[in-house]
């Protein structure tokens, strides 16, 4: 059995593992020649043990490297950006390409590489005679799990046919010669008799398999035959093909491209195989909450259906392993609880909201309280005296009855020992020898009170009103609680304790508290699903007063506060981190000794969005190497909205965005720090102003489109939440119209980033595959028609009849200008067209545009703002328009238009310290942008999340 200590460096290791991007895989040493057989067990546990030194020390970011390299070998472009990644943090290990496994055991038996990660399959063919290569760690799959999985098949749910009527079915397999996806399926419906074959004398298994199945997609086959007509890509056994491997065969599945998919047992996403649950299982702490939740669980029942089954636990934590375990589904926590929940892969789902004024508004931000410190009148204590005294808490680890007081006190004595602080007290979880369950009361059992220091209500000191009550039963004499919790009657026998050392009454909470601080929420498993039944169980009670403990007194606050008016539904992909805000996660963190304590950084982490910017990124990381230090590490993301929210997390440091990406990025906490310079003569001016462009909307000559005859159109967006592209232009039409629903403005077009169903993703060109292209839609490089060129392409190309972009982009994508597909086109056949005009010549921007905004922006943490200038002064003048080294252009882009930074910039100027991102953009894109949220359509869901709390909302 692990010790507690031990099972706690455990996790934290396993969550080192987990956000370095790094698995504990089946890898094979290389053969080892004519050895003899002494010598070559040697050599073979060697390996094992520098390939195992490897993975421990990554985990452990163990600064001794090994002497030798460990060369990974990897089959496709995904897996050697993140194998270039891990060689960051374990430079112990190096990055072999090859583009099929086949390549990769080939180049390990001939010493051109060390290791590789294979499923069963594989490995047989690896270990053959004329490979000789050996398995030496195994993929564990979980504790309920072990080294074996199961070799399954997959069908939709209601198809009507059997194992044995696939003939003639449409088939996805994992690939040619996979255990899952050939081996264990084909054997089997061979032993089945079920597939014909006569023998690999007269025909290839692979002949019988075609004959038997209609069509198929068996990536590695010929890419000519039935074995590959399903595939979407190239057919190659490697991730060129989107239905390679596991999750590619599923997917070939849920696209509806086969009908049944051999894959593994674990395949199959958690929210694809669930069937919709009828009732919730609420977990309740303790015999009160139980008690309670037994009476809401009866007045649930309609007919013969319960819609709510309760479960008991004996305290948060053991409720939250029950969730995580499905023996459970959702509880009420407050903030701190919500923080441990994020680390068991749990998701803040509904909020309390305790504002009645607040509830009659239906687009209001969610509640927030106040932690406040309570102390009895006339005791002469102030916040500087509380040293020494006796303190009441809610709970271990809970939002105002610790973290955010002790967090105080940890910043002020840079001491994690708070019983050297305090001289005793009751925090119901501390362990039962702490000076901190010296004062609980525990149930009032004289003699053996099991009760005593848990955190439940059985402990009468848990809690809001249980921490009051240690501090007017003379337990304590400061409580640490909510402003809510001072009953009325007793208000003018206590005061608030305020950090600058002054007292207060206990109404002035609003001038006189420690924090605000997020509202209690209900958590539960990631399950879009569970979380839709979550809400609708929960706000359609009736019958029963959920949030009224009066039946139990004196016990207060069961299941959910007593002062909840409402929950309120938080918006989709809410997590802990995002749901408590970075604010708070900084205080929890401190106190858990998980703040970084590094020096300044020698490297940036740059976010990159989609693979042909983090291909760029990946240049330029590795042209930033100076003897063995990389200045620029690279992150990959889906979205700008994920780029930001690594940011904000401290997984990424930084990336250029648009005006109203600082918008969002700014109501996220992030500040710009530097922007794109588009005048080269501004770039040696100190003082230049920020640069700035135009907002343009273009149309082809000679169409009779007008603004005023604009409705109807079809339109060509740079992306959803663009400056030029959207918010400029749907800003201006909202203002027209004062109709949010911008799809009966617009018959059609492309915005990418869209819902994809949206008539806004209707016009969108992908990748150009013919069929199942993933990109559709998706802001990033892939798809064609995304940003300024993307938009003015989307144009070009018939797709739409009106682009809004930047002034200069016709100009850089006609006469001979830009890429191929913009080859043949004249500047002269477009014209732009503005309010209250008529259309005018590209060239005549100046007189005719929607607006003027501000340039591009590099935005970051507020507290990494000096690094990121400092590193992007240096490689700009590195890589910059007149750099020193020409190996690389930060500026320009080789496989695609303005990736990471727009291409026409010619410099990037800091901006003053200090500054806003409200006083970036300026008063009149703030005000358009104002008015613009109003369409809640129109805003992303990064800014909603930002933005759901009160005590959250920047401006």
């Given at each position: 059995?692990l010790?507690?200590?031990?099972k706690?460096?455990?996790?934290?290791?396993?969550?080192?593992?987990?956000q370095?991007?790094?698995?504990?895989a089946?890898?094979?040493?290389?053969?080892?020649?004519?050895?003899?057989?002494a010598?070559t067990?040697?050599?073979?546990s060697?390996?094992?043990?520098?390939?195992l030194a490897?993975?421990?020390?990554c985990?452990a970011?163990?600064?001794?490297?090994?002497?030798?390299?460990?060369?990974?070998c990897?089959?496709s472009?995904?897996?050697?950006?993140?194998?270039?990644r891990?060689?960051?943090?374990?430079p112990?290990?190096?990055?072999?390409?090859?583009?099929?496994?086949?390549?990769?055991?080939v180049?390990?038996?001939?010493k051109?590489?060390d290791?590789?990660?294979?499923d069963?399959?594989?490995?047989?063919t690896?270990?053959?005679k004329?490979?000789?290569?050996?398995?030496?760690?195994?993929?564990d799959?979980?504790?309920?799990?072990?080294t074996?999985?199961?070799?399954?098949?997959?069908?939709?749910?209601?198809?009507?046919?059997?194992?044995?009527d696939l003939?003639?079915?449409?088939?996805?397999?994992?690939?040619?010669?996979?255990?899952?996806?050939?081996?264990?399926?084909?054997?089997?419906?061979?032993?089945?008799?079920?597939?014909?074959w006569?023998?690999i004398e007269?025909?290839?298994?692979?002949e019988?398999v075609?004959?038997f199945?209609?069509?198929?997609?068996?990536?590695?086959?010929?890419a000519?035959?039935?074995?590959?007509?399903?595939?979407?890509?190239?057919?190659?056994?490697?991730?060129?093909?989107?239905?390679?491997?596991?999750?590619?065969?599923?997917?070939?599945l849920?696209?509806?491209?086969?009908e049944v998919?051999?894959v593994?047992?674990?395949?199959?996403?958690e929210?694809?195989?669930?069937?919709?649950?009828?009732?919730i299982?609420?977990?309740?702490?303790?015999?009160?909450?139980?008690?309670?939740?037994d009476?809401?669980s009866?007045?649930?029942?309609?007919?013969?259906v319960?819609n709510?089954?309760?479960?008991?636990?004996?305290?948060?934590?053991?409720?939250?392993s029950?969730?995580?375990?499905?023996?459970?589904?959702?509880?009420?926590?407050d903030?701190?609880?919500?923080?441990?929940?994020?680390k068991?892969?749990?998701?803040?789902?509904m909020?309390?909201?305790?504002d009645?004024?607040?509830?009659?508004?239906?687009s209001a931000?969610?509640?927030?309280y106040y932690?406040?410190a309570v102390?009895?009148?006339g005791?002469?204590?102030?916040?500087e005296?509380?040293?020494?005294?006796?303190?009441?808490?809610?709970?271990m680890?809970?939002?105002?009855?610790w973290?955010?007081?002790?967090?105080?006190i940890?910043?002020?004595?840079?001491?994690?020992?708070?019983t050297?602080?305090?001289?005793?007290g009751?925090?119901?979880?501390?362990?039962?020898?702490?000076?901190?369950?010296?004062?609980?009361a525990?149930?009032?059992?004289?003699?053996?009170d099991?009760?005593?220091?848990?955190p439940?209500?059985?402990?009468?000191?848990?809690?809001?009103?249980?921490?009051?009550?240690?501090?007017?039963?003379g337990?304590?004499?400061?409580?640490?609680v909510?402003?809510?919790?001072?009953?009325?009657?007793e208000?003018?026998?206590?005061e608030?304790?305020?950090?600058?050392?002054?007292?207060?009454?206990?109404d002035?909470y609003?001038?006189?508290h420690?924090a605000?601080?997020?509202?209690?929420?209900?958590?539960?498993?990631?399950?879009?699903?569970?979380?839709?039944l979550?809400?609708?169980?929960?706000?359609?009670?009736?019958g029963?007063?959920l949030f009224?403990?009066?039946d139990y007194?004196?016990?207060?606050?069961l299941?959910f506060?007593?002062?909840?008016?409402r929950?309120?539904?938080?918006?989709p992909n809410?997590d802990s981190?995002?749901?408590l805000?970075?604010?708070?996660?900084?205080?929890?963190?401190?106190?858990?000794?998980e703040?970084?304590?590094s020096?300044?950084p020698?490297?940036?982490?740059?976010c990159?969005?989609?693979?042909?910017?983090?291909?760029?990124?990946?240049?330029?990381?590795i042209?930033?190497?100076?003897?063995?230090?990389?200045?620029?590490?690279?992150q990959?993301?889906?979205?700008v909205?994920?780029?930001?929210?690594?940011?904000?997390r401290?997984?990424a440091?930084?990336?250029?965005?648009?005006?109203?990406?600082v918008?969002?990025?700014?109501?996220c906490?992030?500040v710009?720090?530097?922007?794109e310079?588009?005048?080269?003569?501004?770039?040696s001016?100190?003082?230049?102003?920020?640069?700035?462009?135009?907002?343009?909307?273009?149309?082809?000559?000679g169409?009779?489109?007008?603004?005023?005859?604009l409705?109807?159109?079809?339109?060509?967006?740079?992306?959803?939440?663009?400056?030029?592209?959207?918010?400029?232009?749907m800003g201006?039409?909202?203002k027209?119209?004062?109709?949010?629903?911008?799809?009966t403005f617009?018959?059609?077009?492309?915005?990418?980033g869209?819902?994809?169903?949206?008539?806004f993703?209707?016009?969108?060109?992908?990748?150009?595959?013919?069929?199942?292209?993933e990109?559709?839609?998706?802001?990033?490089?892939?798809?064609?028609?995304?940003?300024?060129?993307?938009?003015?392409?989307?144009?070009?190309?018939?797709?739409g009849?009106?682009?809004?972009?930047?002034?200069?982009i016709?100009?850089?994508n006609?006469d001979?200008?830009?890429?191929?597909?913009?080859?043949?086109?004249?500047?002269?056949?477009?014209?732009?067209?503005?309010p209250?005009?008529?259309?005018v010549p590209?060239?005549d921007?100046?007189?005719?545009?929607?607006?003027?905004?501000?340039?591009?922006?590099?935005?970051?943490?507020p507290?990494?703002?000096?690094?990121?200038?400092r590193?992007?002064?240096?490689?700009q003048a590195?890589?910059?328009?007149?750099?020193?080294?020409g190996?690389?252009?930060?500026?320009?882009?080789?496989?695609?238009?303005?990736?990471?930074?727009?291409?026409s910039?010619?410099?990037l100027?800091?901006i003053?310290?200090?500054?806003?991102?409200?006083?970036?953009?300026?008063?009149?894109?703030?005000?358009?942008?104002?008015?613009?949220?109003?369409?809640?359509?129109?805003?992303?869901?990064l800014?909603?999340?930002?933005?759901?709390?009160s005590?959250?909302q920047?401006?």
């Amino acid at each position: 059995m692990l010790d507690s200590a031990l099972k706690l460096d455990f996790q934290m290791l396993c969550e080192m593992c987990d956000q370095r991007g790094v698995s504990i895989a089946t890898t094979f040493a290389p053969a080892l020649g004519n050895a003899d057989s002494a010598n070559t067990t040697a050599r073979t546990s060697s390996m094992k043990t520098l390939l195992l030194a490897v993975l421990l020390g990554c985990l452990a970011a163990a600064s001794a490297v090994p002497a030798a390299r460990i060369r990974w070998c990897l089959k496709s472009e995904a897996e050697y950006l993140k194998c270039k990644r891990l060689e960051l943090v374990a430079p112990a290990i190096s990055c072999v390409r090859r583009e099929s496994t086949m390549e990769c055991i080939v180049a390990i038996t001939a010493k051109l590489a060390d290791a590789i990660t294979l499923d069963g399959g594989d490995v047989y063919t690896a270990g053959l005679k004329n490979y000789d290569l050996h398995p030496i760690i195994a993929e564990d799959y979980g504790p309920s799990s072990d080294t074996c999985y199961y070799a399954v098949a997959v069908v939709k749910k209601g198809s009507s046919f059997g194992i044995k009527d696939l003939a003639g079915k449409k088939s996805c397999h994992t690939g040619l010669g996979k255990s899952a996806g050939w081996n264990i399926p084909i054997g089997t419906l061979l032993s089945m008799d079920l597939i014909k074959w006569t023998g690999i004398e007269d025909s290839p298994v692979e002949e019988a398999v075609k004959n038997f199945f209609h069509s198929s997609c068996v990536p590695g086959a010929n890419a000519n035959d039935k074995l590959c007509q399903l595939c979407k890509g190239d057919c190659s056994r490697s991730h060129k093909e989107p239905y390679y491997d596991y999750a590619g065969a599923f997917q070939c599945l849920a696209d509806g491209a086969g009908e049944v998919a051999f894959v593994k047992h674990l395949t199959v996403p958690e929210q694809a195989t669930s069937a919709a649950p009828t009732a919730i299982k609420w977990c309740a702490v303790g015999p009160a909450e139980t008690a309670k939740c037994d009476t809401w669980s009866i007045n649930s029942i309609e007919g013969e259906v319960t819609n709510v089954e309760c479960h008991s636990a004996k305290s948060v934590e053991d409720c939250m392993s029950m969730i995580m375990r499905k023996r459970a589904d959702a509880m009420a926590v407050d903030g701190g609880q919500v923080y441990t929940a994020g680390k068991c892969g749990l998701v803040p789902v509904m909020v309390e909201q305790y504002d009645e004024a607040q509830c009659s508004v239906s687009s209001a931000p969610a509640s927030s309280y106040y932690a406040v410190a309570v102390v009895k009148k006339g005791m002469g204590i102030t916040w500087e005296t509380l040293k020494g005294k006796r303190s009441c808490h809610t709970g271990m680890g809970r939002t105002a009855g610790w973290n955010i007081p002790m967090g105080l006190i940890h910043k002020q004595t840079n001491n994690c020992d708070f019983t050297t602080f305090f001289s005793s007290g009751c925090a119901p979880g501390a362990e039962p020898t702490s000076p901190f369950c010296a004062a609980c009361a525990g149930s009032s059992k004289s003699v053996g009170d099991e009760y005593k220091c848990k955190p439940s209500a059985e402990e009468h000191y848990y809690g809001y009103a249980g921490a009051f009550r240690c501090l007017a039963d003379g337990a304590g004499e400061v409580a640490f609680v909510k402003h809510l919790t001072v009953p009325e009657s007793e208000k003018p026998n206590y005061e608030l304790l305020c950090p600058d050392n002054t007292r207060k009454s206990i109404d002035s909470y609003k001038t006189c508290h420690l924090a605000r601080v997020p509202a209690h929420a209900v958590v539960s498993r990631k399950d879009p699903q569970m979380a839709e039944l979550i809400y609708n169980t929960l706000t359609t009670v009736r019958g029963f007063n959920l949030f009224s403990s009066e039946d139990y007194a004196p016990v207060q606050n069961l299941m959910f506060k007593d002062s909840t008016i409402r929950l309120v539904k938080l918006p989709p992909n809410t997590d802990s981190f995002l749901y408590l805000g970075a604010g708070y996660m900084s205080i929890i963190r401190s106190l858990k000794r998980e703040q970084a304590t590094s020096a300044a950084p020698t490297a940036i982490k740059w976010c990159a969005v989609g693979p042909a910017e983090t291909a760029k990124c990946d240049t330029w990381s590795i042209n930033s190497i100076e003897g063995e230090v990389t200045t620029v590490e690279c992150q990959s993301a889906k979205s700008v909205e994920d780029c930001m929210s690594m940011i904000m997390r401290k997984r990424a440091d930084a990336i250029a965005v648009d005006g109203g990406q600082v918008y969002t990025a700014g109501k996220c906490g992030l500040v710009p720090v530097m922007v794109e310079q588009y005048d080269e003569a501004q770039c040696s001016v100190s003082s230049a102003p920020a640069s700035s462009y135009y907002a343009v909307a273009v149309v082809k000559k000679g169409m009779g489109i007008t603004w005023e005859t604009l409705k109807g159109k079809r339109s060509c967006h740079t992306g959803m939440g663009r400056t030029a592209g959207w918010n400029i232009p749907m800003g201006l039409i909202h203002k027209q119209t004062n109709n949010c629903d911008f799809t009966t403005f617009f018959s059609s077009g492309c915005a990418p980033g869209a819902e994809p169903t949206s008539p806004f993703c209707a016009a969108c060109a992908g990748s150009s595959k013919s069929v199942g292209d993933e990109y559709k839609c998706k802001p990033s490089a892939e798809e064609h028609y995304y940003g300024y060129a993307g938009a003015f392409r989307c144009l070009v190309e018939g797709a739409g009849d009106v682009a809004f972009i930047k002034h200069t982009i016709v100009k850089e994508n006609s006469d001979g200008n830009g890429p191929d597909w913009a080859r043949n086109v004249n500047s002269a056949d477009y014209e732009l067209i503005c309010p209250n005009k008529s259309p005018v010549p590209v060239t005549d921007f100046a007189s005719c545009h929607l607006a003027m905004v501000p340039a591009h922006a590099v935005v970051t943490r507020p507290e990494s703002r000096g690094d990121v200038v400092r590193i992007l002064q240096d490689q700009q003048a590195k890589f910059g328009t007149k750099g020193t080294d020409g190996r690389f252009k930060l500026f320009q882009s080789e496989s695609g238009k303005n990736l990471l930074f727009k291409d026409s910039t010619k410099c990037l100027q800091e901006i003053p310290l200090g500054e806003s991102f409200e006083k970036f953009l300026g008063a009149e894109y703030m005000t358009a942008m104002s008015s613009l949220r109003v369409c809640t359509d129109s805003t992303p869901d990064l800014e909603k999340i930002c933005t759901f709390h009160s005590c959250q909302q920047k401006s």
